[in-house]
């Protein structure tokens, strides 16, 4: 960490800066630069660009898209019809809820270009973009307060500095910027590992669902994948395969390969999910969970998506939760800076927290729970059992459940139900949302 009071003559100065330019970070920049918040955006890497990940955006992901003006029905988005899970020799289909708080559609497409698409985005909405443009440290005042970041340029490696009183970290499961700020993982929380690989696949690529495998078995060990497997349609001759898994202490790592080669030879020839099919590497990637970085706010930092930990413990799923975080801070910040600095500000600021925690709090600490008892050890062979199969409005339940499908009041009797089940999990205490003013 660089101390530094003073802005050189060839620093670049902003309202705000946004370490990384995935889909935390580029909704962040771009609702920043609606609300005209000067907003600079940096990105250590180009565009486009791969990332480990699903493809598949369920209802709720669907809607960010369009808060934030993506045009969702220009070619290379494949629209899906809900999802199919497949355990035990038996299958459910589970249609996207029709409720009208959301889409009654998701999405799939590859990240290949997903994050170019955002990006741009951000960039018309007036957001400035600096590509290729690392950043390596960041800058504090005598207080320990963060006023910038020291960054590398360019092939070349220039240094430069960029300084604004606000910063928010968005650098992915590295979290290097909050490391840099002594804000720890919390080594409790869980922390899945993933794996995906693209195939060329007639048979499955227009596939209207997201599929889901509960039964699959690890290689080494013969027991249930602490996870799942999915095929996710592409619909341009390509499905995304992979794993995610949640490796119980005492069952040791998982070998995704292996376990991969093994379930693909279970599936029907006519799928071509063979290796003379595959159409990339098998890539793998970190899923922080579980909010497993906290405060989410603290000394002028805001940590949005995998920064902080924001993937579902529930699903895996974490571009939804990226993006809306990445609205909730450029919100708090919007009306943050329009305070003089000083308390007034920081008051307003630790909103940002508490809207998190207000949005996911329970619903992720009964998702640790459960991931910690029951899909670290089990898999979700046990949630997928015949008696669930077998019934609809448990099928439903369980799906909404899994995905966050609902967080607004409705007539729905399973939206009902899903809500009334996490408000009985009780509220994080002040220090478990890291509000302890000691370390403010």
């Not at 369009?66 to 589970?94: F, L, N």
């Not at 997201?210 to 799942?228: I, N, V």
């Not at 899994?402 to 009797?413: N, Q, R």
Request: hydrophobic share 40%.
């Amino acid at each position: 960490m660089e101390s530094d009071e003073s802005v050189g003559s060839g620093d670049h100065q902003a309202q705000v800066i946004v370490v990384g330019a995935g889909p935390a970070g580029s909704a962040a920049a771009l609702h920043l630069a609606r609300a005209g918040v000067d907003v600079v955006l940096l990105e250590k890497g180009a565009f486009p660009r791969d990332k480990v990940c699903g493809d598949g955006l369920t209802p709720r992901g669907v809607q960010q898209l369009v808060r934030m003006g993506v045009d969702i029905d220009a070619p290379g988005w494949m629209r899906t019809k809900g999802m199919r899970w497949v355990c035990g020799g038996r299958q459910v289909h589970i249609d996207w809820p029709r409720s009208g708080s959301h889409p009654d559609f998701g999405l799939t497409r590859s990240r290949h270009d997903f994050d170019d698409i955002l990006v741009r985005q951000a960039v018309a909405a007036g957001a400035r973009l600096r590509m290729e443009t690392k950043a390596t440290g960041p800058l504090t005042n005598r207080a320990g307060r963060i006023v910038g970041v020291s960054t590398v340029a360019g092939s070349d490696k220039q240094p430069m500095n960029y300084h604004a009183p606000l910063v928010i970290a968005a650098d992915g499961a590295s979290a290097r910027t909050a490391l840099a700020m002594g804000l720890e993982r919390d080594p409790s929380k869980p922390m899945a590992t993933a794996a995906r690989r693209y195939y060329r696949s007639e048979a499955r690529t227009h596939d209207p669902y997201l599929e889901l495998w509960a039964d699959l078995l690890c290689s080494r060990t013969g027991r249930d994948l602490p996870g799942y497997g999915w095929i996710f349609p592409l619909g341009d001759g390509r499905v995304n395969v992979g794993l995610g898994a949640l490796p119980h202490r005492d069952h040791g790592t998982v070998d995704l390969r292996a376990t991969m080669d093994r379930w693909l030879n279970r599936t029907p020839t006519h799928w071509e999910l063979r290796e003379e099919n595959a159409d990339s590497p098998l890539r793998s990637a970190a899923l922080p969970m579980g909010f497993n970085r906290r405060p989410q706010y603290r000394r002028g930092l805001l940590l949005v998506g995998d920064s902080g930990g924001m993937v579902s413990p529930w699903s895996g799923e974490g571009i939804v939760q990226a993006m809306e975080a990445g609205e909730i801070a450029a919100e708090t910040v919007a009306l943050a800076l329009h305070r003089p600095d000083g308390p007034g500000r920081e008051q307003a600021l630790h909103q940002y927290a508490s809207e998190v925690n207000r949005r996911w709090g329970r619903y992720y600490r009964l998702g640790n729970t459960v991931a910690e008892l029951v899909f670290a050890r089990y898999g979700y062979r046990p949630l997928l059992n015949r008696r669930v199969m077998a019934s609809p409005t448990l099928v439903r339940s369980l799906a909404r459940l899994l995905t966050h499908g609902t967080d607004a009041p409705s007539d729905d009797v399973i939206d009902t139900v899903v809500r009334s089940l996490v408000r009985m999990v009780p509220a994080p205490g002040r220090r478990a949302r890291g509000l302890d003013t000691r370390r403010r």
